[in-house]
């Protein structure tokens, strides 16, 4: 008999024999044949689930059953199967869930067609004791930063056996967050990980399992941290995990090398406002509250201004920065994009940042996390979490789809976590608001800064697209949190030929790869505007 | 008081390690020094054209060697046996072991006294000098009033104090002849008696030289140190005009500089926008020819159905038109009731 092309790998341990009963029929369902399925069972003290198991594999010599003879817990039963496995990918499935009947066809069909995959995962959902599907989680593309906030590849994860084994398989020690720490070492050395946007799984929420209260298992979440940060230290990034407000989801603070020397980019004229009741200088302001809320010191301000700008507000600007000023004057009609340009060609920082100048800094330590990720040679630009001045949210990283270009988690309240945890881990994204940003210089010049075609709408999507183009993630930043006193009323004059430029370079976009809308399989119908997207799910 | 040297301060060492200065190997066959003394001593006859001399402190007698080979009846004396004994064979017979602390024995033209008291301690100077002034009329004299760090130095005088002692014993500078070539203290004195005029114009004439000469070179310095000045001021202003044009050059350049770096900006992001609308054509064509594809084949099969549709209408049509022919016929011949109708009404 020749190796298959999938080993599915169960540790059993005492599952009710009639959910095992339905895990079975799930496998045996599968409309592809070429796969072994081994079952680890962990001494579960009734025979009847080694009864059941006998009694497949006697029918079906594709299954075969390990009887461990001491319990050893996750883990251990874990490489068992992981060391009995002959097939070439290594599929994980628990003993009380479902695989969907085209899930090893699905996965098949994609090794088929990329021969250097290493890892693959596919959405999810749960099934109640009723067998009723709810929660779906339709999930990013292949995101390494939001695998450190949140172990959200889970099931179905379809591995390479060899590089399975290469990393170590499950260790102990990280019992209850195992499949995270896995998950991190092999995404670490994959050649290709491929995401299939099909549910195939479904995950049983059985009272005190994981999936339906993770705050059953709090050693789980102690354990993940621990991996997360095992993997930064592997990787060399100098950072803390911590515990994020959610359960299984991990707050990463990074450390930002005192010697980078940064140039924060502000376009201004100068304009006044009315905020919270009183009347403020806006650019002032953004520049007091940068300061305060960063203890980086190598760091330059380079603030360009229009002709009206008044002189009290350039005074009142010495008097905020002092020698970290760098003023330049801007003579030309208004073009964002161009003013941008050009204070970024004049600032002396490897790392720039892009502010706005209608802003407010919430977060301690934001200049530092929203610079230190660029430490990662593949990522391109970094973005943050702004909030109306109502405090809701105004954006929390981009989202390109059904040919339009979205701030898909708009107006949920600032507290909200956002589906899945969107607004409170770092993650990849599409793209990121320019009012917020920051990039390394060597890529601001390779992908040739803002398109000055662009004058004001649609320069920080196409940047974005550049950036990505350029083969660099985007990631959003949650630690990093301002106030944009953009006006949410005003609606902004959008022009044709605005969207055509930039529909024109990169094409109308259908799907976002980081913010899959819902329904995948019944086309979304076209809703909108901005707030389409946006999933209340605080 | 101070001690004075003895013979064995002279060694073969002192002469080997050059205290001499000038060239090594101090002894007549040594070209170098026997060219200088010959020299010497064409000067020496020139200036005084001595029939004797005597050279004290001759050392290995080379100035003596020198003065014979021109006729001059010479001898010479030192204290040290090395010098003497290590002297040339053909001067050897003139030459002796002898102080100039003893009289010397004899008179003579001329004694050579060349850089020798500074040697000797301030009593044996003191007995030197009268020996020296009751042997001859005319002294030539040499001695450093430096060079400390020679350590048989130890009676430097200046040249004033030696003249005065001298002066004393009624020698006095002979201020016609510049003895510079041997040395710039060396003066050759002579015996005489000179009235107070004398002496004063002859000083005076010195003075007046060097006094012009200084005069003149102290106008010179400070025309030279206002030149310096005015120069200074004119660089400095030229500088600092120059440093001021070139800022300005280069603030222009670095206006130049942004300006380009600003083109090749937005020249990189039309070129990174136009492969992307190029990548995006691309896409959009492979698709649109797929689309094309699909309807030819789409219509390759609605024109089949067309066809076998038109093939099926004729058949019917056909089929049809027999069927009316029939129906026609039919109605052409009454139906059977009626015939028997007619039949039994007898129409």
Redesign the interface.
């Known amino acids: 008999m020749s190796a298959p092309l999938f080993s599915i790998v169960t540790p059993v341990y005492e599952p009710p024999v009639d959910v095992l009963a339905d895990t079975i029929a799930s496998v045996l369902a599968q409309d592809f044949e070429d796969w072994e399925w081994i079952l680890v069972d962990d001494c579960s003290p009734s025979e009847a689930v080694r009864d059941l198991i006998r009694e497949h594999a006697g029918r079906d010599p594709r299954i075969r059953l390990v009887e461990r003879e001491t319990n050893g817990h996750i883990v251990a039963a874990s490489n068992d199967g992981i060391e009995a496995a002959r097939g070439e990918f290594i599929v994980l499935l628990d003993h009380d869930d479902l695989l969907t009947p085209d899930a090893l066809s699905a996965n098949a069909k994609r090794i088929a067609r990329n021969d250097d995959v290493d890892y693959l995962y596919s959405d999810e959902d749960k099934v109640d004791d009723e067998g009723n599907l709810y929660d779906e989680f339709r999930k990013p593309d292949w995101s390494p930063e939001r695998l450190r906030g949140q172990m959200y590849t889970s099931h179905l994860s379809v591995m390479r056996t060899e590089v399975v084994r290469r990393v170590g398989g499950f260790r102990e020690g990280y019992d209850g967050s195992q499949d995270h720490d896995l998950a991190l070492r092999v995404g670490e050395v994959a050649r290709r990980v491929v995401h299939i946007p099909e549910v195939l799984y479904h995950w049983r929420a059985v009272v005190g399992s994981a999936s339906a209260d993770i705050n059953a298992k709090p050693y789980a979440t102690i354990a993940g941290a621990k991996a997360v940060q095992d993997h930064m230290d592997r990787l060399g990034l100098p950072a803390e995990v911590g515990q994020g407000p959610v359960p299984g989801h991990y707050r990463i603070t990074r450390r930002l090398d005192p010697a980078t020397r940064v140039s924060v980019v502000i376009p201004t004229i100068g304009q006044s406002a009315l905020i919270w009741g009183s009347r403020r200088l806006m650019v002032v302001e953004a520049v007091r509250s940068l300061l305060a809320h960063t203890e980086h010191e190598n760091l330059e301000i380079v603030v360009v201004y229009d002709k009206p700008t008044p002189r009290k507000v350039l005074r009142q600007l010495e008097e905020a920065a002092g020698d970290k000023l760098v003023l330049v004057r801007f003579t030309r009609p208004f073009n964002y994009s161009e003013k941008m ?2 204070g970024c ?2 600032a002396s920082g490897d790392r720039l940042v892009f502010l706005n100048d209608d802003v407010e800094v919430i977060s301690e330590g934001w200049l530092e996390q929203l610079v230190a990720p660029l430490d990662e040679p593949d990522v391109g630009l970094t973005g943050a979490r702004l909030y109306f001045g109502d405090d809701t949210v105004q954006h929390a990283g981009h989202a390109y789809a059904r040919g339009h270009y979205l701030h898909p988690f708009r107006d949920l309240p600032r507290e909200s976590y956002g589906p899945f945890g969107a607004l409170i881990i770092n993650r990849e994204a599409s793209g990121v608001t320019a009012a917020c940003a920051a990039m390394r210089r060597d890529t601001f ?9 662009l004058p004001a709408n649609f320069n920080d999507v ?1 940047l974005c ?2 950036v990505r ?1 350029h083969g660099q993630r985007i990631v959003y930043v949650a630690a990093v949190e301002l106030y944009h006193f953009e006006s949410r009323t005003r609606e902004r004059a959008v022009h044709d030929w605005e969207r055509d430029l930039v529909r ?4 109308m976009p259908f799907v976002d790869p980081y913010v899959p809308g819902r329904g995948r399989r019944s086309p979304a119908g076209r809703k909108g505007g901005a707030r389409a997207t946006a999933r209340a799910r605080a | 008081m101070s001690e004075g040297t003895r013979s064995e301060d002279y060694s073969g060492t002192y002469y080997n390690d050059a205290h001499l200065g000038g060239y090594d190997n101090y002894t007549w066959d040594n070209e170098e020094w026997r060219a200088f003394f010959h020299s010497l001593a064409d000067r020496v006859v020139a200036i005084a054209n001595p029939r004797s001399v005597l050279d004290v402190g001759c050392a290995r007698g080379l100035f003596v060697q020198a003065l014979a080979a021109r006729g001059v009846e010479a001898s010479g004396i030192d204290i040290s046996e090395h010098a003497i004994a290590s002297a040339h064979a053909d001067v050897r017979d003139r030459l002796r072991v002898a102080s100039a602390t003893a009289p010397l024995g004899g008179r003579y033209d001329l004694v050579t006294f060349i850089e020798v008291i500074e040697h000797m301690s301030p009593a044996d100077a003191q007995l030197a000098l009268d020996n020296i002034t009751a042997a001859t009329d005319l002294v030539l004299f040499s001695s450093s009033p430096g060079d400390h760090d020679e350590p048989t130095h130890i009676n430097t005088r200046p040249t004033a104090q030696w003249a005065a002692w001298f002066a004393e014993r009624g020698f006095f500078r002979r201020t016609d002849v510049d003895l510079s070539f041997l040395s710039p203290w060396a003066v050759l004195f002579e015996r005489g008696e000179l009235t107070l005029r004398t002496l004063t114009q002859r000083y005076e004439q010195q003075f007046a030289v060097v006094n012009t000469e200084l005069m003149e070179k102290r106008q010179a310095l400070l025309e030279s140190h206002r030149r310096i000045s005015s120069l200074n001021d004119q660089l400095e202003s030229g500088v600092s005009g120059k440093v001021a044009e070139q800022a300005a050059l280069v603030r222009q350049w670095e206006a130049e500089v942004l300006e380009a770096r600003h083109q090749l900006l937005t020249t990189r992001d039309h070129v990174v926008g136009t492969e992307a609308e190029v990548a995006r054509l691309t896409r959009d064509n492979e698709r649109l020819r797929g689309d094309l594809a699909r309807a030819k084949k789409q219509l390759g099969n609605v024109r089949g159905r067309l066809k076998q549709m038109r093939t099926r209408m004729g058949r019917l049509e056909r089929r049809n038109r027999k069927l009316a022919d029939e129906a026609a016929a039919l109605r052409r011949r009454p139906s059977f009731a009626r015939r028997a109708a007619r039949k039994a009404l007898g129409r």
């Open positions: 340009n050009v060609l004049r010049v390779q992908i040739g800064g803002f398109c000055e075609a196409d697209y550049k183009r024109g370079r990169w094409g």
